[in-house]
């Protein structure tokens, strides 16, 4: 059946730096990926969704371009604001279905 | 700000109870989906609608579970007879139909079974 993982469960990083978020998927459609974030107690927002291989997309300083050849969609930013704590979770809509599969979420706590 | 309204926001139920929860989904979309999300914030797909008809859903064996989007009314989420297990925040979301269109959220109800 269709899948995602997201590796990691925690990451935590001083303001400022770099990070990455990983994330892999499986199906055997036509994959639509989205990276979706979560505040405490507010609902999922969008954040990236893309189709195109080898395309990046940006937005709010979030960057992330879709490998088709090893199944991956990670998420990117330059520099983390204190802002940027949240969950984030990595998403897949196969082919035509409208089903979101989504994967762990992976919380990012970032430090002054 | 979400224009997928859920009502209520927390819900209390004790062990056997019934817990309803409703939906109004953003204007215009025929798409409504109901996710489960577990202390571990773990999503778990449970049902979604196209209009009223039912496109997808889990083998809710139990049969604890039940949902519908009426025509003109709020959707809904019942389960019949809760269980501790059964807490968790419930996410409701809505959207256009088609693969690349954007999955709207709510708030969501978070149900605490005692």
């Known amino acids: 059946g269709d899948s995602v993982t997201q590796t990691e469960g925690l990451v935590t990083l001083t303001k400022g730096l770099p990070v990455m978020l990983n994330c892999t998927y499986q199906?055997?459609?036509?994959?639509?990926l989205f990276w979706y974030v979560q505040h405490l107690n507010e609902a999922p927002k969008l954040l990236l969704k893309?189709?195109?291989?080898?395309k990046r997309t940006e937005h709010q300083g979030f960057y992330a371009t879709l490998h088709k050849s090893s199944s991956s969609f990670h998420l990117q930013k330059s520099s983390v604001q204190l802002s940027d704590s949240a969950l984030y979770f990595c998403?897949?809509?196969?082919?035509?279905?409208?089903?979101?599969?989504f994967g762990a979420g992976t919380r990012l706590a970032v430090c002054p | 700000n979400s224009k997928v309204i859920q009502t209520p926001r927390y819900l209390v139920k004790g062990q056997g109870q019934k817990a309803k929860m409703r939906c109004i989904p953003e204007?215009?979309?025929?798409?409504v989906f109901w996710y489960q999300q577990n202390k571990n914030n773990e999503f778990k797909f449970l049902i979604n609608?196209?209009?009223?008809?039912?496109?997808?859903q889990i083998d809710m064996t139990e049969k604890r579970f039940s949902a519908e989007c009426p025509s003109n009314s709020p959707c809904s989420l019942e389960i019949q007879s809760s269980e501790a297990g059964d807490s968790a925040l419930y996410l409701c979301?809505?959207?256009?139909?088609?693969?690349?269109?954007?999955?709207?959220f709510g708030k969501g109800t978070r149900l605490t079974v005692v």
């Open positions: 979301a809505s959207s256009l139909r088609g693969q690349n269109t954007e999955v709207f």
């Open positions: 199906t055997t459609y036509s994959p639509f």
């Open positions: 893309s189709s195109t291989d080898n």
């Open positions: 998403a897949l809509k196969p082919g035509s279905f409208n089903k979101l599969t």
């Open positions: 204007k215009g979309h025929p798409v």
């Open positions: 609608f196209q209009n009223q008809e039912v496109l997808q």
